[in-house]
Every structure is written in structure tokens, then in C-alpha cells.
């Protein structure tokens, strides 16, 4: 307990309302949605297992899109594995 986040997520105003805007609209994959709504909850300072908790995902799951998003911006949302060296259309 109280182990320290090793990404730590923080969006910026703008980054914030791109996943707000994704999440409400409703239309993208589930996959990438998920991923959003997981962002938006680790931008609140929520410890791994509380976010994974929240949204009925494991918190090795949640780890791992924080260090996607730290590593590659919102462009590591959209992507998995060797994709993440190409760019995606947004």
C-alpha cells in the first residue's frame, strides 16, 4: 500500500478534453475507449488497483497504459506493440 507510482499521469487541459470528447462520443473502439476512460481515471492521482477496480479491468492492465502514455503520448492509446512506430491517423 501507498507504493509509488513509477508513470505517473498527467494530462494536460487540451489532452484531457481530446479523451473526455472520445469517451462521450461513444463511437470508437472499445479497446481504445477503455484506455481513455483508464487515463482520464489515473490523471486523478488514482492508485492502479482503484482505477482497475472502477472500470472491471486488471491493474497489470492500467500499468501498462500509463507507460504506454508516458512513453508515447495519445498516440500509444490508439496503438499496441510494433505499431507504436507508425503513425496513426487520429
Not at 25 to 50: F, K, P, S, Y
Not at 62 to 72: P, Q, S, T, Y
Request: proline residues 2%; positive net charge; charged residues 25%.
Amino acid at each position: 500500500m501507498g507504493q509509488r507510482k513509477r508513470f505517473e499521469v498527467r494530462l494536460n487541459e487540451e489532452q484531457r478534453q481530446e479523451l473526455e470528447h472520445l469517451v462521450r462520443q461513444g463511437t470508437g473502439r472499445a479497446r481504445v475507449m477503455t484506455r481513455a476512460r483508464i487515463l482520464l481515471h489515473a490523471d486523478q492521482a488514482q492508485h492502479d488497483h482503484e482505477v482497475a477496480a472502477a472500470l472491471h479491468v486488471h491493474s497489470a492492465t492500467v500499468a501498462n497504459i500509463r507507460r504506454k502514455f508516458v512513453e508515447h503520448g495519445l498516440a500509444g492509446l490508439c496503438q499496441s506493440g510494433a505499431a507504436l512506430s507508425r503513425p496513426w491517423p487520429w
